[in-house]
């Protein structure tokens, strides 16, 4: 595998501070299809080193020797978020803690096929993984061979563990399309050339299986390891079983879906519940329950989302399964035309009958701009990030928290370290 360049990260002040040089030109393959670690000795950080914006005493050696450090594990109570913009090569991950607005950790991850396919994980030690990514990376462009790779960040980020995946994968990279199993052992994707899906084993790291499921998917529900998806041409719930040998198979199917059953792009999964979300093009709105396994009876929609002020737009559950929050535009033009306008407010609903809790405006949360919205890990607050009011020609990035429960405004912090705009707002999971 070609060496491709590898990104730190930047912790705060009181945490250990990522610095590397730039690699020097003999760096060689080790043989393992690993690119090796940069010639140049380093050591950790000791305490003349500088963090942050401190500065350094000048060096008695020449040239001063070489820190790395290692990331700070994601808290529980942590946000996650991305920034850049579409079609760069490479995507910055940040993490934010909601209470403070300080930032704990920076990690820069490869672009997917369309989004970027990040999932960030709560652990206890820098050695814990922190982000997966199912990346694409493109030295000479549209034009020089691509390498597909699913990477697991964590330690002192030098040498993601990397997996390779045939030239031929696409992982699909809706929101819903991939996940990693509760286990931490396999993760699972959508593919849009195999038209199935595919598996891979991040403890032995190597792809075991695939599976071609035409006109089924894009979702990827997991229950243990079970996945759950749809088929909407047929009107059928569809259920695979990954067995112990990383091999995915065909359990079942059950046409629970009704005739006028629309599917989306996107979904959302309550993780505590075993409940999906899917909000259909058409805005019917269905919550699907696998907690005994594949339903048998027909599943009708809790309600539609439809809403005369706007368009729906995205939507997301609470992990317990009890909340859905449903974004709106200001206009009735699909949000994903160039016209379809911006993101206005978000509701909050019960999710078990699709009563609205709480109308959130933009206004109301003390936000310019929309960047995202998600429900943290145990679900019990909905956070809003976009941007603030303008001040001295810069804009604030804004995070907004909000009571689950009746949708109160909990917190309201500004984001430090004058990021770009920030979208994509997620939580990281829990695994192991």
């Known amino acids: 595998m070609a060496l491709r360049r590898v990104s730190f990260a930047v912790i705060p002040a009181v945490a250990t501070l990522l610095t590397l040089s730039a690699c020097s030109s003999d760096n060689s393959d080790s043989g393992s299809g690993e690119p090796s670690l940069p010639s140049q000795s380093y050591s950790a950080p000791d305490s003349n080193t500088a963090r942050g914006t401190q500065d350094e005493p000048i060096p008695s050696q020449i040239p001063e020797g070489l820190h790395v450090g290692e990331i700070a594990p994601i808290g529980a109570e942590e946000m996650v978020m991305q920034s850049g913009s ?14 403070t607005g300080k930032k704990t950790a920076h990690i820069v991850v490869g672009q997917g096929i369309w989004d970027p396919v990040i999932h960030a994980f709560v652990g206890k030690t820098p050695h814990d993984p922190a982000v997966l990514a199912a990346e694409v990376w493109r030295p000479r462009g549209s034009r020089g061979a691509a390498q597909f790779t699913v990477s697991t960040y964590s330690g002192n980020l030098l040498t993601p563990k990397e997996v390779a995946l045939p030239s031929v994968a696409r992982a699909h990279s809706r929101t819903g399309s991939h996940a990693v199993t509760s286990d931490g052992r396999y993760f699972v994707t959508w593919d849009d050339a195999l038209f199935g899906i595919r598996v891979v084993d991040l403890h032995s790291g190597k792809q075991s299986g695939t599976l071609k499921l035409p006109a089924c998917g894009p979702f990827t529900w997991l229950v243990g390891h079970d996945l759950y998806s749809v088929c909407e041409q047929d009107r059928k719930l569809l259920q695979v079983h990954i067995g112990d040998d990383g091999v995915p198979k065909e359990v079942g199917r059950q046409k629970v879906l009704p005739a006028d059953f629309v599917s989306a792009r996107e979904s959302t999964f309550a993780a505590d519940a075993k409940k999906a979300l899917l909000v259909g093009a058409n805005g019917d709105v269905y919550v699907f329950d696998f907690s005994h396994g594949l339903p048998t009876t027909e599943v009708r929609p809790i309600g539609n989302a439809g809403d005369p002020s706007g368009r729906f737009d995205t939507s997301a559950i609470s992990r317990d399964g009890s909340r859905i929050a449903i974004s709106y535009t200001d206009t009735p033009i699909h949000p994903q035309s160039v016209r379809g306008g911006d993101v206005t407010k978000v509701v909050l609903f019960d999710a078990a009958n699709l009563h ?7 206004d109301q949360a003390g936000l310019k701009s929309f960047g995202g919205f998600a429900f943290n890990e145990n679900g019990k607050k909905l956070y809003l990030l976009g941007g603030g009011p303008e001040a001295d020609g810069e804009t604030p990035q804004k995070l907004v928290g909000f009571s689950s429960t009746d949708g109160a405004q909990t917190s309201s912090v500004t984001l430090d370290g004058k990021p770009d705009k920030l979208k994509g707002l997620f939580a990281p999971e829990i695994i192991g």
């Open 86 to 99: 579409f079609g760069q090569l490479e995507v910055p991950v940040e993490v934010y803690d909601p209470a």
């Open 356 to 362: 609205p809790i709480k109308t959130i405006t933009l």
